[in-house]
């Protein structure tokens, strides 16, 4: 089993910036990817950012430019700085772990919220 557990959400104003976490712990092996969705008050959950094992990357077109993910394979921790913050960004951050073979996990998210 696996547990995943985000920190680093909170309040901070439009422009601002915010550092999120997901440290893994449990049967982790080596997972393919590792990523960041989140789900806005009456959205579905849409994924922000994603990184394989490989170090490649991928972002969401509303965040490209403004959000960076990164992961530390020693620590099974994955990152998200994200930059000029706006209210549009405002959600439930979750964080995912796929491995190989297709399962999955959830972490149970960390709120952002961005104040105008």
């Known amino acids: 089993q696996v547990q995943l557990v985000e920190s680093g959400g909170g309040l901070v104003q439009t422009g601002g910036s915010l550092r999120l976490s997901c440290a893994a712990s449990?049967?982790?092996?080596?997972?393919?990817?590792m990523g960041w969705y989140r789900q806005a008050p009456g959205k579905q959950r849409e994924s922000v950012a994603s990184i394989t094992s490989d170090g490649s990357t991928n972002y969401a077109d509303s965040v490209k430019g403004r959000f960076t993910i990164s992961r530390d394979n020693a620590k099974n921790t994955v990152y998200l700085q994200m930059n000029s913050l706006n209210v549009e960004d405002t959600a439930v951050y979750y964080c995912r772990l796929d491995r190989y073979g297709g399962t999955f996990y959830w972490g149970k998210g960390t709120l952002v919220t961005v104040s105008s």
């Open positions: 449990g049967t982790i092996f080596s997972p393919k990817v």
